[in-house]
């Protein structure tokens, strides 16, 4: 069983939940451009992710092959036109909408997190040049990054530095002739080196001589795999890692100027190297979101057409062996798995549409919406990635912890995902500490707004279909409400790390009440398609998994409320229960 | 960093959460033996834990050869006396409590699981042979198997029954001489072929001929490796799964009469088969439960010690890099991990506590006891398994996705937990729909008023140390009360299956519950500890423990309730959702 994009299920949210505006463009456009990713993904991507995860990346002399078949299927990812889908046309992009190419990346993820990973990284790459550098670095490696011909990394963690860059050691001197000498080691560089592309545009964090001590000392480098002049730069893969999973995507360790240095140009200005890279983090961010859904869309498929086919006990009322998915408590998994599915799916889309509402009349506003949404699609779209993915695997039985199945896969390879691009603790911490001060407060405000007024239509429209959604539904805004004011109002305190003690529950409450909004938008769509003489049978399943959403896993609100409020004492006894 | 079993904790646990009597064994001789079982785990068996992922156990002419150092730890084993701890001494055992045991079992699954499954599977075909074999077969194979000179498997599961055995095909004949002919084929079949110990007794499920259908015509028998007189019977491994995780386990399918018949011996009566495996079934749950425990102490102390190591940005008021365990996410982390694998171990023991008490004064009343906790020791202290040990590779960061780190091997090891010995979805059904009903629910209601009684030690002694706990505990038993009266009700309707749709939720809520109280209760012991003027500051920890399970874990409760009373709805509409 291999992965099939869920494509009417992913416009329909696109329309209706994210309102992808039909100005940017048509449905059918759409669904013409998300079904032919599909094919591609099923075809072609999707039928390596079992063999890729088995060879995994191999180096030899300092050069990494991917698994089989790799190298040809980026390629027709590469002439498909698919890796600038939205990027700007005059670097020779498409120019559709982001919210249209996060639907994409997740058809990609959902394929094969190793292969796609591939992609993800070159789009930040993509975003920090176009944001930050020169018109000559501009002029030499857009064009080849946007088509994919070339591909970028992003070389910030060192031995000593991961989520606290503060340490980091790569060296940079100015070589006089406008370029610098990069020194130093990198490790977990994703795809740091392969054999997919014809050069490798490595983004890399380092220190000028004299540089202030800590973040504010840290500058951007371009530092090419190939030189201009076609020649090689002083730059190697030392080793790749062993890991849990995503075994297709080589895990580098970068050696930078074994031979003197390795020539790289400075992107935007000496010493302001975080915040260019904060610009890149912001979309690989989302993207990482994005892996969540489609890693989670692809358990819960693989779940299900198991569910159907294993036979194992008598349902009620059956007189021989019934399809599992007949089964009371088999059933309660793949809802959840399809209901969380759907609520990461729906964050993320809303924060790729307010990304594109920040470049039109909404402006700030939207901008600042993306920020405030990010570590949510990111954080809770992984973790629930986690936990879809391990419900896949117990689904399965017996089979899900055996290899061959491909379930337990999934489960590894999504492991990474609440680790890298931050993790999310880190996002916890961001949403709490940054991003809910927005604004003084404004811009959560105006979100838990807009969950309301989904709260009042569900309850308008008194459809029994519903069930206790609207109430549920509102029950958990105020949790989600009072939770906001105690951590801006702790913020605010003299002990600010109470309220960091509570920010992963504070984060999990917020992606669960918007994610219980948005299956109510969906729902309320679904309900009025079904007035106007509609008749497809999934807006009756979009109405029943808001409901189950609301009953089922929406309840939890209320103890996370507690957790947020009444937790944070911990950290004044945390020493003493965690002494060695 | 290797385990060390946490003896003291232990001890304390055994003795004022389970409620070692001392007549049974003294405190200071149970922390001696539990010490001594320490330093064989420590020094022998968890070295073994890393290098026993890394080979795996292999198969070649039908051998299974163990990996490196196994075949002489299982000596060191089998000679030190630990398999027969807790077995009766006219088989040859020590004839210690079971809570002893099971303090025991934990240690040896702490070192390693994989090692650990051996002893496990041996001691469920000790207790099935004791209930159920013949005196001749007692005889014959008790002793070998209580000292662990020999090792049982137990043969259930063929490709097309998994948890439901009704459709089991392997056959039994009877050959005339008092034996009988054994032919069919099994999986997942755990240490069914080793080089750990010189005789194998497999114990199998098959169908005689004319036997009735489903699971009433299944009989037992006893397979051994090496027939009596010497030779090899007519069964051998034909393959080892490839799996996630518990590399070092040989999990086998095994043929039996390749060569016209494998010879057996009937356990119990014929077509009886199923109770007897029911017997051994019993224990092995809880013993699964226990590994889960040694899982997550095992993943706790690794983290723990990675979290005081590792330095990364700058705790409030600190001038230089933190140690990690100084943050408040980290904290939360590692404090939820040792909270949850500190309910779970005071729910395994009170489940052990429980059988021992069977056989005591208390008899009957303690052995339905021991039913109703046995499916929530199982899942309960497994599904924090899962958990933790993923918290576990979460406090590592980038380290925890690489394999040489060994926190992911934990999790992949603990994945097994929920699946085999009966999904945690079949405890969930087993305790809602058998154990609840027990004596007309009295001995659920007699669980409860227990945990009442915590609480209302907590709210009396009034100590400001405790926090809300007594407060929150109360709010949790009402929850776990009413949702009790809602599975019991609904159990007695005409839709039964609303009950099982909540089953699930209800086992979480009752393990949340009586873990709560379990810590309520240590606390309470480490009170008056505090106050006869001990000065260990560990009591201050329990202290703090039960009041951040209190604060952070607990508050799910609510949320738990309302899923099971008022979840139940989706069974009317999954079919709906769940097409495909």
Redesign the interface.
């Known amino acids: 069983m291999s992965y099939r994009a869920p494509v009417s299920e992913m416009v329909f949210t696109l329309a209706h939940v994210a309102g992808l505006p039909e100005e940017a463009i048509g449905r059918a456009d759409a669904e013409a451009i998300l079904s032919e990713a599909g094919r591609l993904a099923a075809e072609v991507i999707a039928p390596l992710n079992r063999t890729g995860d088995r060879h995994g990346a191999t180096l030899s002399e300092g050069r990494v092959t991917t698994a089989p078949g790799f190298a040809e299927a980026y390629r027709a990812f590469v002439e498909g036109g698919w890796n600038g889908l939205a990027a700007d046309p005059d670097h020779g992009g498409q120019g559709l909408p982001q919210l249209l190419g996060a639907a994409a990346t997740e058809i990609w993820n959902g394929a094969n997190l190793s292969f796609s990973l591939c992609p993800l990284l070159t789009a930040g790459g993509i975003e920090a040049l176009v944001a930050h550098g020169s018109d000559d670095l501009k002029a030499r490696y857009l064009e080849k990054l946007v088509s994919g011909t070339w591909t970028a990394t992003m070389n910030l963690?060192e031995p000593q530095a991961?989520?606290?860059l503060?340490?980091l050691r790569t060296r940079a001197e100015p070589a006089g002739d406008g370029t610098y000498r990069i020194t130093g080691a990198k490790?977990?560089i994703t795809y740091g080196e392969h054999d997919m592309a014809d050069n490798i545009v490595h983004l890399v964090l380092a220190r000028l001589k004299d540089a202030p001590a800590g973040t504010r000392g840290i500058s951007l480098f371009l530092v090419p795999k190939v030189l201009p002049d076609g020649s090689a730069n002083d730059l190697r893969c030392s080793g790749l890692?062993?890991?849990?999973?995503i075994h297709a995507s080589p895990t580098c360790s970068m050696a930078f100027g074994d031979r003197g240095g390795a020539t790289g140009w400075l992107i935007g200005e000496e010493n302001r190297g975080l915040a260019c890279m904060f610009t890149m983090m912001n979309s690989a961010r989302l993207n990482v979101g994005l892996q969540g859904v489609g890693v989670a869309e692809a358990a819960t498929q693989r779940a299900?057409?198991y569910?159907?086919e294993r036979r194992?006990?008598r349902a009620?009322g059956s007189a021989e062996?019934s399809p599992i998915?007949?089964?009371?408590?088999?059933?309660?998994?793949?809802?959840t798995m399809?209901a969380y599915t759907a609520a990461a799916r729906s964050i993320c889309y809303l924060t790729a549409a307010a990304l594109d509402a920040a470049r039109g009349p909404e402006g700030q506003a939207a901008g600042d919406r993306a920020s405030l949404l990010t570590p949510v699609a990111k954080a809770f779209s992984t973790d629930i990635a986690?936990e879809v993915t391990?419900l896949g695997?117990?689904v399965h039985?017996?089979m899900?912890?055996?290899?061959?199945t491909g379930a337990?896969q999934l489960?590894?390879d999504a492991?990474?995902l609440?680790?890298?691009e931050g993790?999310?603790?880190i996002q916890?911490?961001d949403l709490t500490s940054r991003k809910l001060p927005l604004n003084g407060g404004a811009t959560v405000r105006a979100q838990i707004a807009a969950m309301r007024r989904t709260a009042e239509g569900l309850l308008k429209s008194a459809d029994p279909a519903f069930?206790?959604a609207a109430a549920r539904l509102r029950a958990g805004i105020e949790c989600l409400d009072r939770a906001t004011s105690h951590q801006l109002a702790v913020l605010g305190s003299n002990r600010?790390?109470?309220a960091?003690?509570g920010?992963?529950?504070y984060l999990r409450l917020f992606g669960l009440v918007q994610g219980a909004a948005c299956l109510g938008t969906a729902a309320l769509a679904a309900r009025a398609a079904l007035a106007a003489g509609e008749t497809d049978?999934a807006h009756?399943?979009r109405i029943?998994?808001a409901?189950?959403f609301a009953?089922?896993l929406l309840?939890?609100?209320?103890?996370?409320e507690?957790?947020v409020i009444?937790?944070?004492?911990?950290?004044d006894?945390?020493?003493?229960?965690?002494?060695?």
């Open positions: 963690t991961g989520s606290d503060s340490g490790i977990y890692e062993h890991k849990l999973g299900l057409a569910a159907h194992q006990g009620p062996a998915v007949q089964h009371a408590d088999v059933q309660r998994m793949l809802l399809k986690n391990s695997v117990q039985g017996g899900g912890f055996v290899e061959e337990a489960m590894r492991r990474i609440a680790i890298y993790t999310n603790g916890a911490i069930g206790h600010p790390e109470i960091l003690a920010a992963t529950p049978p009756r399943a029943a998994l409901r189950f009953h089922n309840p939890a609100a209320s103890g996370l507690v957790e009444d937790g944070g004492a911990f950290v006894e945390a020493a003493l229960v965690l002494a060695q």
